[in-house]
């Protein structure tokens, strides 16, 4: 009697592991069923983009991002005033601009224009309304944009809050179809806001079309002129 309770539990023990393999063996072919393969080809050259070189390949999921990249001449560097000690910082940052732009396929000249209007490089910055960081990002954002990269939420660590924001505002030039305005228009007002100007009918309003040529403006200077 006790052999057969004994045989008895260990073959409900061996179908319950062999349910549970199976299951997860199920389990991980639909994973890789439906995990995104490999760009094929060469990386994409966000930085060759934006220097207006052809020759740079551009993945199918770019493509809005390569058009929206090509060099406008209506866009003048000014010279901005830098002081010795954002000079500084500046350089400083630029391991981590480069990576970002890298990572999510963005000019790093534009990433340094984006923070130059944002924060002026200080990594400790602070809005009134809460945004944080170099980039500026409000704390809803940034959490929700952490979970998407696979990073801790770091508002005054330059490697998150650059990564971070850059990777938001790729995500703005892919929402608004590649359009560089709408996608800066929607970074410095929210997504929202820039969809019902659209679905209205309605003009940029002039402070977004200050914020858009500030960015582009210093932009165009990190480019004529690399940290």
């Not at 002081?83 to 990572?103: E, K, M, N, W, Y």
């Not at 990594?123 to 809803?140: E, F, S, T, V």
């Not at 800066?184 to 858009?212: E, K, M």
Request: net charge positive.
């Amino acid at each position: 009697m006790v052999k057969r309770s004994w045989l008895a539990r260990a073959s409900r023990g061996i179908g319950v592991l062999f349910g549970c393999a199976l299951a997860c063996g199920c389990v991980a072919q639909a994973a890789v069923q439906h995990a995104p393969g490999p760009i094929d080809g060469p990386l994409y050259d966000a930085a060759a983009e934006w220097y207006g070189d052809q020759r740079a390949p551009s993945p199918p999921r770019y493509a809005a991002r390569r058009h929206a990249f090509a060099v406008d001449p209506r866009w003048t560097a000014q010279p901005l005033e830098l002081s010795t000690d954002q000079l500084g910082r500046i350089r400083s940052l630029q391991p981590f601009v480069h990576a970002a732009a890298h990572a999510h396929a963005v000019p790093a000249d534009l990433v340094n224009g984006i923070i130059w209007v944002e924060s002026r490089f200080q990594i400790n910055a602070r809005g009134r309304k809460g945004p944080r960081g170099l980039m500026q990002l409000m704390p809803r954002t940034a959490r929700e944009v952490a979970c998407a990269i696979g990073m801790r939420y770091r508002p005054y660590d330059p490697r998150f809050n650059i990564n971070a924001g850059t990777y938001y505002f790729a995500r703005m030039v892919e929402r608004f179809a590649g359009d560089l305005d709408l996608a800066l228009a929607a970074y410095n007002i929210g997504p929202g806001t820039v969809a019902s100007w659209l679905r209205d009918s309605q003009p940029l309003p002039v402070y977004s079309r200050a914020y858009i040529d500030n960015v582009f403006n210093a932009a165009r200077f990190f480019r004529a002129s690399p940290p």
